[in-house]
């Protein structure tokens, strides 16, 4: 009797066919991506029309794209880079699919203890004092926080957020629970530095930025690079947590960046705009009375030119 030999053709014809309707599948945006490619284009679009010239026609093509990504839910560079974010819009588990976030990571070293440091921090209302990004965040409970994020072009993204790991002066992780603006999750690690006085901050970001890979170079064309914006906030909660003051202004002229100094600002309160600080009235009882030679020399020179 003939053993009949396996079918080993049709097995690997059946798998290509099979990963080709994968890959070329229409839908590969998450519903809410979608929802906020549609947000985008129609920014984009009425920005453009309203400037004109060539960034306006730049402004209105990507206004376009965003508005067909966001009709049709599939994303050319998503399929580009085998991403598919649709397959991950019923999971509420984590916050970062694996693989879809953008990853920053950056650490400073400050002149204090941790235990100082992390008291500060774990108070997440204090983080918009040296974070320029961040609008406001509102403590819920020991656990939840609400957070209002500034976006480009003056947009704001809002979520909440619960902390899913805790350890006193060492760790503070958090991650943004669903349906959130923009799926992010972090942590903050105070290390204990040789010289037994400082603290090594090490903060790790991870997140989802709107309208996915290309959401994140359409930021940057703002300004918006993600690293740098960490780096920056580390180096003003330095700042903030040495001094007392942290920096909080860019000089419009020269494009440095200065801190507000409270000893000129109340000068600048006590003293008329015309009146430098050291300026002062001399009292009448300082001025001293003129001499009898003083009064003499006067009266002769009087009666002379008269």
Request: aromatic share 8%; with cysteine.
């Amino acid at each position: 009797m003939a053993v009949p030999r396996p079918k080993t053709k049709e097995v690997e014809t059946l798998a290509p066919v099979r990963t080709s309707t994968q890959r070329n599948s229409r839908i590969n945006v998450s519903r809410y991506e979608r929802l906020v490619s549609i947000v985008l284009g129609g920014v984009f679009t009425v920005f453009g029309m309203a400037r004109g010239g060539g960034r306006g026609a730049g402004a209105a093509l990507t206004g376009g794209y965003f508005l067909n990504r966001g009709v049709t839910g599939h994303c050319d560079v998503y399929q580009r880079f085998d991403i598919n974010t649709a397959v991950h819009s019923n999971r509420g588990a984590v916050s970062v699919p694996h693989l879809q976030g953008i990853r920053v990571e950056e650490s400073v070293t400050v002149k204090l203890p941790p235990d100082e440091l992390y008291g500060f921090w774990r108070n997440f209302e204090n983080l918009p004092r040296f974070m320029n990004h961040l609008e406001c965040v509102e403590v819920i409970s020991e656990t939840r926080s609400h957070w209002v994020v500034k976006a480009p072009i003056g947009l704001t993204v809002e979520w909440e957020a619960e902390i899913i790991n805790e350890k006193p002066n060492e760790l503070i992780a958090w991650r943004s629970l669903r349906k959130s603006g923009i799926p992010n999750a972090g942590s903050v690690r105070f290390v204990c530095a040789a010289d037994g006085h400082s603290c090594e901050v090490k903060v790790v970001l991870e997140y989802v930025p709107p309208a996915g890979p290309l959401g994140t170079a359409i930021a940057r064309l703002f300004g918006e690079d993600p690293q740098q914006q960490i780096r920056e906030d580390l180096n003003r909660f330095k700042q903030l947590m040495e001094t007392g003051t942290v920096v909080n202004a860019h000089d419009p002229i020269s494009g440095r960046i200065h801190k507000e100094d409270p000893v000129e600002e109340a000068s600048e309160q006590s003293f008329p705009a015309s009146d430098p600080p050291g300026w002062t009235e001399r009292r009448e009882e300082e001025i001293p009375a003129p001499s009898d030679a003083e009064t003499a020399a006067n009266d002769a020179m009087h009666n002379y030119i008269d």
